[in-house]
């Protein structure tokens, strides 16, 4: 049986993962839907960068500079030692793609993770990119996982649980006979970025944690075109298909209401899945009913494709700068980087905002590293209930940090 945790306005720090899930109030949910809005702008804002020959690394530098501008946060960015804005994983990349000097190249495909931390509140979300013409069955995977998502949060509302949201999406991917990863899933969130449940994407109807209103989770299937099985490269991060086959992912992140779920992540541009444009829109569209050889179809996938979705989108814009103010090919050297990490860290441990070393990956990640990661965490929390002050154990936690933050 699952424990529930009420979080009222008094609870200004967040409390600690402790295993129950929280249930949030009207506080909570104005503070997700800010965060999640800019999450969704960030990726509206990315569709006219993700093009042939952009390095991800300058598509993470924008991602900082947006959330920066915002007065946000990447709480990516330190956690567990990682050091980017943003995840950013190519093709048979399943999650966790680190941000490099990579240019995408015409026929990729690009899922964009960020998790913009505003006012406290952390707004987790990642859609796909098409890089210019992409091929019919990558296309097919990416729509087939939108549909995934989609799927599962139709299944998110109260006395539902989470096993019937795991078991929507699994019956729909394995339909199309595509993989559902089961080695990271969904998770809690709100003022931290890791916490009870774990919500995983395959599963059976009628199992798990009950749905109660002011539950705030993500909903995030990583689906791949052949088997579920994942490894982890050797920079600890990066996980790709074993059987090397493509790997699409979307991720909202959702309140639970009295009648269903607020989806806190939607994009305010109708950019809620690729092509995002009507040009490139017109020219998927057709290909796909072509090779489905169905003229009706056609008909219809125009009129629902293009007509709701893009009926309000805007025309393909010419691509600004990456970085506005500064030279596209300038980009934020890791010593500002490093600067602006170190002041993050300074105002986080201050007493004032919560500490960040709080948030766990170890619901995350299941598997031999779980253990470890539980571990780890759990001795964090134990000197933070010591008392002793959160930056000095973050700093005691994290040698990296410690170099950035003293020089
Ligand atoms: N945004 C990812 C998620 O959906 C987590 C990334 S953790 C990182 O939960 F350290 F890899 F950035
Ligand atoms: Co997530
Ligand atoms: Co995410």
Redesign the pocket.
């Known amino acids: 049986m699952a424990e529930y945790d009420i979080i009222d306005r008094y609870d200004v720090i967040p409390s600690a993962r402790n295993g129950a899930i929280k249930l949030h109030g009207p506080e909570g949910f104005a503070g997700m839907r800010a965060a999640g809005r800019l999450a969704a702008e960030i990726m509206d804002a990315l569709v006219p960068h993700v093009v042939p020959g952009v390095a991800t690394q300058e598509l993470d530098d924008f991602v900082f500079r947006m959330m920066d501008d915002a007065g946000a946060y990447p709480a990516?960015l330190g956690?567990?030692g990682?050091m980017k804005s943003s995840?950013i994983s190519v093709n048979h990349v399943v999650c966790?793609g680190i941000p490099g000097d990579r240019p995408l190249k015409e026929g990729d495909i690009v899922n964009i993770?960020v998790?913009p931390v505003l006012n406290g509140w952390h707004g987790?979300t990642?859609r796909m990119y098409l890089v210019g013409d992409v091929p019919v069955k990558a296309r097919r995977l990416v729509e087939v996982t939108y549909e995934c998502l989609m799927l599962g949060l139709d299944q998110a509302k109260p006395g539902n649980r989470l096993g019937d949201i795991a078991h929507a999406i699994q019956s729909h991917a394995e339909k199309h006979r595509y993989g559902v990863v089961r080695d990271f899933c969904g998770?809690g969130l709100g003022q931290l970025f890791?916490d009870a449940p774990e919500v995983v994407h395959a599963g059976k109807p009628g199992t798990g944690p009950e749905l109660r209103p002011g539950m705030f989770f993500?909903v995030?299937p990583m689906i791949n075109i052949g088997k579920p099985a994942c490894k982890v490269l050797e920079d600890g991060?990066t996980a790709v298909t074993r059987d090397r086959s493509l790997s699409a992912q979307f991720?909202h992140s959702i309140g639970i209401t009295e009648s269903g779920c607020e989806i806190f992540t939607k994009s305010p541009k109708g950019f809620d899945k690729p092509p995002y444009q009507a040009a490139s829109a017109k020219r998927h569209t057709h290909d796909i009913a072509a090779v489905a050889g169905d003229a009706a179809g056609l008909a219809r996938a125009e009129r629902d494709r293009i007509g709701p979705a893009f009926a309000e989108a805007p025309a393909p814009q010419e691509a600004e700068p990456l970085v506005p103010d500064r030279p596209a090919s300038r980009r934020l050297a890791p010593a500002e980087h490093g600067a602006h990490l170190a002041a993050l860290v300074e105002e986080q441990c201050r007493g004032l905002a919560p500490c960040r070393h709080q948030p766990c990956?170890a619901p995350?990640q299941f598997g031999a590293g779980r253990a470890a990661a539980a571990e780890q965490c759990d001795a964090a929390a134990q000197q933070h209930r010591r008392g002793q002050s959160g930056r000095d154990h973050r700093l005691a936690h994290d040698p990296l940090l410690f170099v950035l933050a003293a020089g």
């Open positions: 990516t956690y567990r990682y995840c966790h993770d998790t987790d990642s998770h890791h993500t995030e991060w991720e990956a995350y």
